[in-house]
């Protein structure tokens, strides 16, 4: 055998290899979901809130492919077993547009997820494009945290502090500028919260900030990497998430949770990173 055809073997070899790689990423990468469970401790909450159960969900990309109506439903139903406090999202819940039946299947799926205090979102840069989002998150049941805070009551007369930014990629203002309402707030006189939570997007705009502020800051757009290479690590990172794309980063007292996400972008695969949802029992020290 000459070099040649060894050489054409071996380019072969690679090529159905890849392809091979790929159908995996895209048929079975995508499918089944995992859930990402987290215990932090704090001396900092009452003892009301001791056992506080938060659901985070990220980057659902609805309209693409990888994430169906069955998916979606199946999540939910995982989600409610779990019976959450408080459920967040963190960005991201489409994917740039949807259609008028898949407004539909939204709000119908969405509604159905119980939690007794509440649920509560906040806008990605594929959530911006839409113009409907801030209806739609609406009428999914979740209220809207854009650039502004609620205060959550749990068993207790002091209240956490539940706060959340926009998406920094498509914007007019700073993100220091959006978070002046939230910062006013934390550092008035009237503020008695005993601990302090924080939904964004984009992660690594968590350095523009004063996050010693905020005990918890839960974000998402990295998919922690939508393709992770072994020994290699996350490859194709968003920018927005260059720095910070990991699923726990602890910066000073800060704990920087980023979730991997349901869905996919740009490709529909994900490989050696399954979709996924965060789970976080709040306990007191």
Known sequence: MNKRIKILIALLIFILLGIIIYMYAMFFGTKGFVVKEYKIETNKIDEGYNGLKIVHLSDIHYGKQSTSKEDLEEIVEDINLLKPDIVVLTGDLIDNNITNSQYEELVNILNN????????AIDGNHDYVYKKWSVLIEDCGFI???????????????????????NNTYTTKNIKDKTETIFNHINSEK?????????????????????????????????????????????????????YYKEYYKLEDTKLYI??????????IRLFNKPSYNFYRIIKK
């Open 113 to 120: 997820i119980n939690a007794s205090i509440g649920k509560f």
């Open 144 to 166: 809207n945290l854009n650039d502004t805070y609620e205060l959550i009551y749990k068993n207790s007369y002091k209240p956490i502090l539940l706060a959340g930014v926009s």
């Open 191 to 243: 503020n008695n919260s005993s601990y302090n939570i924080l939904l964004m997007h984009e992660p690594d705009y968590i350095d523009d900030i004063d996050y010693s502020k905020f005990d918890l800051v839960l974000a998402g757009h990295s998919h922690n990497g939508q393709v992770r290479i072994p020994f290699i690590g996350a490859t194709i990172l968003p920018d927005g998430a260059k720095k």
């Open 259 to 268: 979730s991997s996400g349901i869905g996919t972008t740009i490709l529909p």
